[in-house]
């Protein structure tokens, strides 16, 4: 059965600090490993990676793919108190099925 | 475009009724999926569908649930009859073959 874990389940840092929220996943058909932030509404697109290696948008966020020991990393550099969210991290089937984790719970702090 | 949008926001009804909730895609997506958000069990997939048809429906939880997708706009989600524990957030999301998915603002359910 095709299963995402994330961890930790909750952190809590201060402005400023660097998190680092993880994602290890089994799968069948590995298709794409995406990442969403959720705040209040509904979770909102961060990154999508389809092979090993690192994807950066512009400012603060970065993400790894391992797709040999199946893990992906979300690092976020320079925490502000509106990166208070839950991180949920999601595999892509080759059914373009997608199956998500229980997300991390981040709260910065001033 | 406007997003995925689904209807009603809220919905409150009394156990035992019969309760529909809806979704439009953003056009030109071929995948739709439903997903159930709790604390405990946090997001859940129910069911999805490929071009209109329904691919896994493994996640839907019993009977009670069924959902359709008539045509390429337009989606339902059916719960008859209804219970105190099928109260949560439920989510509408569609994609593009191999893209990622864009999610509706939801639908916050609560059987009293």
């Given at each position: 059965?095709?299963?995402?874990?994330?961890?930790?389940?909750?952190?809590?840092?201060?402005?400023?600090?660097?998190?680092?929220?993880?994602?290890?996943?089994?799968?069948?058909?590995?298709?794409?490993?995406?990442w969403y932030k959720q705040e209040k509404k509904a979770p909102t697109f961060l990154f999508m990676l389809t092979s090993s290696g690192i994807e950066k948008k512009p400012g603060r966020l970065s993400s790894i793919l391992d797709k040999k020991e199946l893990f992906s990393i979300l690092n976020i550099t320079a925490t502000q108190t509106g990166d208070s969210a839950?991180?949920?991290?999601?595999?892509?089937?080759?059914?373009?099925k997608l199956i998500f984790g229980t997300g991390t719970l981040l709260a910065v702090q001033p | 475009d406007a997003g995925v949008i689904q209807s009603p926001r809220h919905e409150v009804t009394e156990m035992g009724q019969e309760v529909t909730l809806r979704c439009k895609p953003i056009s030109g997506h071929n995948s739709l999926f439903w997903y159930r958000q709790t604390m405990m069990r946090g997001?859940?997939?129910?069911?999805?569908?490929?071009?209109?048809?329904?691919?896994?429906?493994?996640?839907?939880?019993?009977?009670?649930?069924?959902?359709?997708?008539?045509?390429?706009s337009f989606s339902t989600l059916k719960i008859q009859p209804s219970e105190p524990r099928d109260s949560a957030v439920y989510f509408c999301a569609s994609s593009l073959k191999d893209g990622e998915a864009f999610f509706g603002q939801g639908t916050r359910l609560t059987v009293v």
């Amino acid at each position: 059965e095709d299963k995402v874990v994330q961890s930790p389940l909750s952190l809590v840092v201060h402005e400023g600090d660097t998190v680092t929220l993880n994602c290890s996943y089994e799968v069948t058909n590995f298709r794409s490993l995406l990442w969403y932030k959720q705040e209040k509404k509904a979770p909102t697109f961060l990154f999508m990676l389809t092979s090993s290696g690192i994807e950066k948008k512009p400012g603060r966020l970065s993400s790894i793919l391992d797709k040999k020991e199946l893990f992906s990393i979300l690092n976020i550099t320079a925490t502000q108190t509106g990166d208070s969210a839950v991180y949920l991290c999601a595999h892509g089937g080759a059914t373009n099925k997608l199956i998500f984790g229980t997300g991390t719970l981040l709260a910065v702090q001033p | 475009d406007a997003g995925v949008i689904q209807s009603p926001r809220h919905e409150v009804t009394e156990m035992g009724q019969e309760v529909t909730l809806r979704c439009k895609p953003i056009s030109g997506h071929n995948s739709l999926f439903w997903y159930r958000q709790t604390m405990m069990r946090g997001l859940e997939l129910l069911i999805y569908f490929n071009n209109n048809v329904p691919i896994d429906d493994s996640g839907m939880p019993e009977d009670r649930f069924s959902a359709k997708m008539p045509n390429a706009s337009f989606s339902t989600l059916k719960i008859q009859p209804s219970e105190p524990r099928d109260s949560a957030v439920y989510f509408c999301a569609s994609s593009l073959k191999d893209g990622e998915a864009f999610f509706g603002q939801g639908t916050r359910l609560t059987v009293v």
